[in-house]
């Protein structure tokens, strides 16, 4: 019971603070995704389907926002998914594809997602699930590994995920933590991969899972004066 609760506390209080951020579309570019024309710059299209080698068919963005990485997808897939959390912005998310995207390649769904769990439409239905600028942001391990088993589950047989997050700093909370009572309301990194003797672990937890083939590439940052010791890290693996 009281694992019920301080799950719901912690739903309650991301949920409340992105909705804050998202009052509009401008709010939405500036505070949800941040740095708006940094992040329409970097190559995420290229570093995501780096080592992707199946259909192009049905792909799946989880923590897809307003649809910025939506936009670039449905020019590779002949269809793309987004599930979001703020309903706010899966209004922005419609209006901005269907403003932003060619008429013959509108082929996209949007789905609100609950905080706890990735699952949309039917299980066994993507080729290729990706994520960018968010899995760092669930802290509880509880969390990130009930969207990784959602992942496996959507995809098809052969599909493969890729997930984008910081790495290189070290915010005291690791991958395997559960810390709900720990989560600031700022929008920061709340679950860090400090270094590369974090990764093996985060492997072998993958495989655990029914992935196989995992990678990890480590790619610049976008942002331009950031620190020197932030990175982008791009989780590779394939379902079983």
């Given at each position: 019971?009281?694992?019920?609760?301080?799950?719901?506390?912690?739903?309650?209080?991301?949920?409340?603070?992105?909705?804050?951020?998202?009052?509009?579309?401008?709010?939405?570019?500036?505070?949800?995704?941040?740095?708006?024309?940094?992040?329409?710059?970097?190559?995420?299209?290229?570093?995501?389907?780096?080592?992707?080698?199946?259909?192009?068919?049905?792909?799946?963005?989880?923590?897809?926002?307003v649809?910025?990485?939506?936009?670039?997808?449905?020019?590779?897939?002949?269809?793309?998914?987004?599930?979001?959390?703020?309903?706010?912005?899966?209004?922005?998310?419609?209006?901005?594809?269907?403003?932003n995207?060619?008429?013959?390649?509108?082929?996209?769904?949007?789905?609100?997602?609950?905080?706890?769990?990735?699952?949309?439409?039917?299980?066994?239905?993507?080729d290729?699930?990706?994520?960018?600028?968010?899995?760092?942001?669930?802290?509880?391990?509880?969390?990130?590994?009930?969207?990784?088993?959602?992942?496996?589950?959507?995809?098809?047989?052969?599909?493969?995920?890729?997930?984008?997050?910081?790495?290189?700093?070290?915010?005291?909370?690791?991958?395997?933590?559960?810390p709900?009572?720990?989560?600031?309301?700022?929008?920061?990194?709340?679950v860090?991969?400090?270094?590369?003797?974090?990764?093996?672990?985060?492997?072998?937890?993958?495989?655990?899972?029914?992935?196989?083939?995992i990678?990890?590439?480590?790619?610049?940052?976008?942002?331009h004066?950031?620190?020197p010791?932030?990175?982008?890290?791009?989780?590779?693996?394939?379902?079983?």
């Open positions: 019971m009281l694992n019920f609760f301080r799950k719901s506390r912690f739903l309650h209080s991301r949920m409340t603070f992105w909705r804050s951020n998202a009052k509009s579309f401008k709010d939405a570019q500036d505070l949800c995704v941040g740095s708006w024309s940094e992040q329409e710059s970097y190559p995420y299209s290229e570093y995501l389907l780096e080592r992707y080698c199946g259909e192009m068919g049905k792909a799946y963005d989880f923590g897809c926002g649809g910025r990485m939506m936009k670039h997808m449905l020019y590779r897939f002949e269809h793309v998914d987004g599930g979001e959390l703020v309903p706010e912005n899966i209004a922005y998310a419609k209006e901005y594809l269907e403003g995207v060619e008429a013959d390649r509108k082929n996209f769904r949007l789905f609100q997602l609950d905080g706890k769990s990735a699952f949309v439409g039917e299980a066994g239905t993507y290729f699930i990706y994520s960018t600028i968010v899995i760092h942001h669930i802290a509880p391990f509880e969390v990130r590994e009930q969207i990784y088993k959602d992942f496996l589950s959507m995809l098809k047989p052969g599909g493969a995920f890729c997930t984008q997050l910081v790495f290189g700093i070290d915010t005291g909370m690791y991958w395997f933590d559960n709900y009572e720990k989560i600031s309301p700022r929008n920061t990194v709340d860090s991969i400090p270094d590369e003797s974090h990764l093996k672990k985060i492997e072998e937890w993958l495989n655990s899972l029914g992935f196989k083939d990678a990890f590439r480590i790619k610049p940052c976008p942002h004066g950031a620190v010791e932030l990175k982008w890290l791009f989780i590779d693996g394939e379902k079983k």
